[in-house]
């Protein structure tokens, strides 16, 4: 069976790193991550405030995996645009997003969050604690 080609989307901590890459070992699938970048004054504004539009992307190199993804996992503040982003552009991505994404969750396929996190919805998963690999 083919391997989902999956987009990991992070700001670069190493806590965020070992939980996408933890949930992309988990579902055995083929990964590349990539660090967002937030241009000024984006990368100081909440994700529920900031537009969901290219403008706010200093690198925009992983817009175009968009074409080949089946898979995008997000976790932290400045990950949540994009990932919207790219869901929007191309509705066949499967979107996860890990930690409390403080948006609409409709805007993501699953979102999984610590049980302290006390997030309830029906595309909700909680977790005992960090997932990680």
Same mark, same amino acid.
């Given at each position: 069976? =083919? ?28 990964? $590349?991550?990539?660090?967002v970048?937030?241009? *000024?004054?984006? !990368? ?7 537009? &969901?539009?290219?403008? &706010?992307? =200093?690198? =925009?190199?992983?817009?175009?995996? !968009? ?18 982003l ?13 930690? $409390? ?6 805007? *993501? ?8 996190d !006390?997030? =309830? ?13």
């Open positions: 069976m =083919k391997k989902l080609k999956t987009l990991l989307l992070t700001e670069g901590m190493h806590g965020m790193i070992s939980q996408v890459e933890g949930m992309a070992r988990a579902l055995n699938t083929e990964f $590349d991550h990539k660090i970048r937030l241009s *000024f004054p984006w !990368n100081l504004v909440p994700p529920k405030l900031t537009p &969901i539009s290219e403008i &706010i992307l =200093k690198d =925009k190199i992983y817009l175009i995996e !968009n074409e080949i993804t089946d898979l995008i996992i997000s976790c932290g503040r400045k990950s949540v645009v994009p990932s919207i790219l869901k929007r552009k191309n509705k066949k991505i499967f979107s996860i997003h890990i930690q $409390d994404p403080k948006v609409n969750f409709k805007n *993501f396929d699953v979102i999984v969050a610590p049980e302290h !006390n997030l =309830k919805g029906d595309n909700v998963i909680s977790s005992k604690g960090a997932i990680h690999y």
